[in-house]
């Protein structure tokens, strides 16, 4: 007993003292542009508070007021003075993958009015589309290779906010914008809104360089309607009952997802949590993924849980409870690894229960096996005393403690000669916190909340983060149904392969039709697409829908 409680302090020192020691680089990923929707996004910094939340602290975004203005319409992005400082910017921080851009709501909903012709409709939104893909193109020459997040909007609650908030209705700061659009009802506004937002997904389906998550609904979808709508049709439905992305177009946007001026409410703009929202489904959807390194690769269903009382389970356990002790074991098939070169490995898992005192606030104590820690690759009773190749405790970030979130653990460089190609690695996970508490992570049987290994090779493998290598093979649409182009304007393609998330060979071909590959037969998920050209090995990750 004696020795285990001195480990336990060791540990606990080491991991302290080695955790101030434990430093992460920021870096400037996404460049956050627009209207006021991306200028309360930025007054909020809800890029930096999301991706924490999602493991990706080391990650940030910038903006200014000049590039996220309040206000701003189309036409502004389109002027020099704009152009240059966005320019300016993303050259001042090469380092940024993204440009995150809001734009459009003020010039469809700004100028459309419930008396226009079907006709006068169009030509207002083909208008502003067009507007759009100008600014698209800017960006795209700004820095080649660019990502191009287009931000899209929620509902707005322009009836129920102006007539149950505010008595006199004409004195509410957005009554002049809902009269200049002729006091359209629920359905008439969001029907614009879905329709504008349609014509953008459909872009986006052609063009590789950008990424759009269609949600308009998604603040009906987290925050329900708990209290009776306080203007016709009224009734209520709780958070999670509607489905995506358009929820019940005959519903606004609930009240309480609106920004809260004290003394009012607003009709379009959201709260501090509704933005939260926005930026975390899309982070589900894309950043997440997308802020990987060179290769990711999830946990399989060989994952699970084990215990010093020789008790096996399918949860990931990690802590004690009633002097029992647990620890998770995950288990990734690295035998299809790009290349074993590693410059950078870390695994990500998300939060899903924390019960007594959280074992994330003391030492991890990882162990690497190359292959399986038992004679099964599943978890056995002997697994807790068998043999593994190497253990360390390692250096954790993110924010720990609350449910829902993810933390990154970074592995210690001594552990990469140990995850090999030629077989799968599994690692298994304890803690060393003394007192009774566990907590409990999400499994590998959804893929968007899956155990991740995150792989980032050293400079002998060419990947997918410089600007150059982006730009040298895009891929197109995504999410793809049943047909994924290939464009590789600059270079020749000699041969693919497409992985699942749990590195398995799904397809292999070296003939292409008319630089497209048909991946009608794949199941729904997400895939990584590796092609080789005559320039080099670059790695891309799609979903199949």
């Known amino acids: 007993m004696k020795t285990k409680l001195l480990s336990i302090l060791f540990a606990s020192l080491l991991y302290t003292n080695g955790f101030s020691q434990c430093s992460e680089s920021d870096e400037y990923k996404v460049l956050l542009i627009g209207d006021s929707w991306a200028f309360f996004m930025g007054v909020d910094g809800t890029f930096n508070t999301v991706f924490e939340k999602w493991g990706h602290s080391n990650y940030k975004y910038f903006t200014n007021p000049v590039v996220a203005e309040n206000g701003a319409r189309t036409t502004d992005f389109l002027e020099t003075s704009k152009q240059n400082e966005i320019a300016s910017l993303l050259q001042s921080y090469p380092s940024i993958e993204v440009v995150h851009l809001s734009i459009g709501g003020n010039d469809v909903l700004g100028q459309w009015d419930v008396g226009f012709t079907p006709a006068e409709l169009q030509d207002l939104t083909d208008e502003v589309y067009y507007q759009v893909l100008e600014i698209f193109d800017f960006i795209k020459a700004a820095r080649p290779g660019i990502k191009i997040v287009f931000s899209g909007y929620c509902y707005p609650n322009f009836e129920e906010v102006i007539e149950s908030v505010d008595p006199l209705q004409n004195i509410h700061p957005f009554y002049g914008t809902w009269s200049g659009m002729g006091f359209p009802n629920f359905l008439q506004i969001n029907t614009i809104l879905n329709d504008f937002s349609q014509e953008m997904e459909d872009y986006a389906a052609t063009d590789p360089q950008v990424e759009f998550i269609k949600a308009t609904g998604l603040m009906q979808y987290t925050f329900g309607q708990n209290d009776p709508l306080g203007v016709a049709p009224g009734g209520t439905y709780p958070p999670f009952s509607l489905s995506l992305p358009y929820g019940d177009p005959n519903y606004p946007s609930p009240k309480n997802s609106m920004r809260d001026y004290a003394v009012t409410k607003d009709c379009f703009h959201l709260s501090p949590k509704g933005y939260r929202d926005l930026i975390s489904y899309q982070t589900q959807k894309f950043y997440h993924k997308f802020l990987m390194k060179d290769q990711y690769l999830l946990s399989t269903e060989k994952e699970g849980g084990i215990s010093n009382s020789n008790s096996t ?15 998770a074991i995950l288990d990734f098939n690295t035998e299809n690894m790009y290349y074993e070169g590693l410059e950078k490995a870390e695994i990500f898992l998300q939060i899903q229960e924390i019960s007594g005192v959280n074992p994330l606030n003391s030492a991890l104590e990882l162990s690497i096996k190359s292959g399986n820690i038992g004679s099964s690759a599943y978890p056995e009773n002997s697994d807790w005393t068998a043999s593994v190749d190497l253990s360390e405790t390692t250096c954790l970030f993110g924010n720990k403690n609350d449910v829902g979130n993810w933390i990154r653990i970074e592995l210690p460089t001594s552990f990469f000669s140990h995850i ?20 409990r992570f999400s499994a590998s049987s959804d893929p968007e909340f899956a155990p991740v290994l995150n792989l980032k090779y050293d400079d002998g493998y060419v990947g997918i983060r410089s600007i150059e290598e982006i730009s040298l093979v895009q891929i197109y649409p995504n999410p793809a149904k049943n047909t994924l182009n290939i464009f590789s304007p600059e270079a020749s393609i000699q041969a ?11 397809l292999k071909s070296t003939l292409l039709e008319q630089n497209r590959i048909d991946i009608a037969n794949l199941a729904n998920g997400f895939y990584q697409i590796v092609v080789q050209t005559d320039k080099g090995r670059v790695s891309k990750s799609f979903v199949k829908d």
């Open 313 to 327: 389970s399918n949860q990931l356990l990690v802590g004690s409870n009633a002097n029992e002790e647990f620890a």
């Open 420 to 439: 090999s190609s030629s077989t799968n690695t599994q690692i298994l996970i304890k803690s060393t916190n003394s007192a009774e508490g566990l907590v």
């Open 496 to 506: 693919l392969e497409i992985y699942n998330a749990l590195g398995a060979l799904c």
